[in-house]
């Protein structure tokens, strides 16, 4: 099997060469019996790491627990194996085989601590093959086109790649730190704060994003409007700070290709760049994509593949 896996500041997104698809929030906390009342939403599902277990994803919520999330690079690479063996249950992934490949992702910036990510995998996956791609190349490769700039419009970050002719012009790849959805959802958080005077978590304000309804005090309110100001607002100045960034790029590209869950608030509508724009379908999942296409062209054959 190989399992294509892109550990997001916000969410896992997982997909494989067995048509599996689906994704979670990238947030855990650890189980203690005396605090939390198990199963009172509902059945829980613990997942033992490492002597100790732990609540992964939307379980954590079911609890009522407070979640911990991704903090940085380093967080993300210590915490990898735990969020790889909730995808591996999932996935019946064969733990033995070394056939079956884990194809994984750092972002961009981080790249240069690739061997790290991999030994830290290996710990926990000595049997398998590991590749750790950078995020991004993913959606360059799910697109097919050779003449690209790609927009992977995270969470936490946006990621810019060229591709000219097939191949990636690595000088004009670029990490745009913080400028991703959390630019919206801190903006949500503020204005919730002020009409509301609730503070809500980063998932909540995800999902209020996605309903556009806040419910406070057993009311539901619907603030439609004002998110699509945010929206377009974010919009605007994200096209305008790529625009001015690529000028010379977007002139000579064939496409421009919108993905990570981002490019569900990225429009380029009504912009001259409009007819160029490619977004994958289920683009927040393209990435993951690619990686398994990447992995399948990269992987060796089982009997070389030991101790890689
Ligand atoms: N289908 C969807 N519809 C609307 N919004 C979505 C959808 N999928 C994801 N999002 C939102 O898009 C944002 C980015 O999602 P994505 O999964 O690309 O982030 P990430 O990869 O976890 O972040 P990063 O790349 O910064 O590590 C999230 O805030 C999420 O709430
Ligand atoms: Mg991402």
């Known amino acids: 099997m190989i399992a294509g896996i892109d550990i997001g500041f916000g969410e896992v997104k997982v997909v494989t060469d067995t048509k599996k698809e689906f994704k979670f929030r990238s947030e855990y906390s650890i189980y203690n019996p005396k605090t939390v009342l198990k199963g009172v939403n509902g059945k829980v599902n613990l997942l033992p790491f490492d002597g100790k277990d732990y609540l992964i994803g939307q379980e954590v919520e079911k609890v009522g627990g407070s979640a911990i999330t991704i903090s940085d690079v ?27 490949v884990l194809a994984v992702g750092l972002p961009l910036g981080a790249m240069h601590r690739k061997d790290d990510m991999k030994r830290q995998i290996r710990k926990f996956y000595p049997h398998n093959q590991v590749i750790v791609l950078a995020q991004g190349v993913g959606i360059f490769v799910d697109s097919g086109l050779k003449n690209v700039l790609v927009i ?47 503070n809500l978590s980063t998932p909540k304000l995800q999902d209020i994003l996605r309903s556009k309804k806040v419910l406070c005090m057993g009311k539901e309110h619907d603030i439609k409007e004002d998110i699509n100001e945010m929206i377009d607002n974010y919009s605007t100045s994200l096209i305008q700070r790529i625009a001015t960034q690529y000028a010379q790029r977007l002139r000579k590209t064939e496409k421009i290709v919108v ?50």
């Open 152 to 198: 992977d419009i995270g969470h936490n970050t946006v990621d810019l790649f060229v591709a000219e002719n097939g191949k990636i012009v690595t000088e004009e790849n670029d990490m745009l730190g913080d400028e991703g959805v959390k630019v919206i959802t801190n903006k949500l958080h503020k204005y919730i704060q002020g009409r509301y005077e609730m």
């Open 74 to 100: 380093d967080n993300l690479i210590e915490l990898a194996p735990l969020f790889l063996q909730s995808v591996v249950k999932k996935i019946g992934f064969d733990k033995e085989d070394p056939d079956s």
């Open 259 to 308: 993905a990570g869950g981002g490019s569900h608030y990225v429009n380029f509508r009504g912009t001259k760049w409009a007819q160029m724009v490619h977004i994958p379908e289920k683009a927040e999942f393209s990435n993951a994509r690619g990686f398994v296409k990447i992995a399948s062209a990269l992987k060796k054959p089982a009997a070389q593949a030991k101790g890689e």
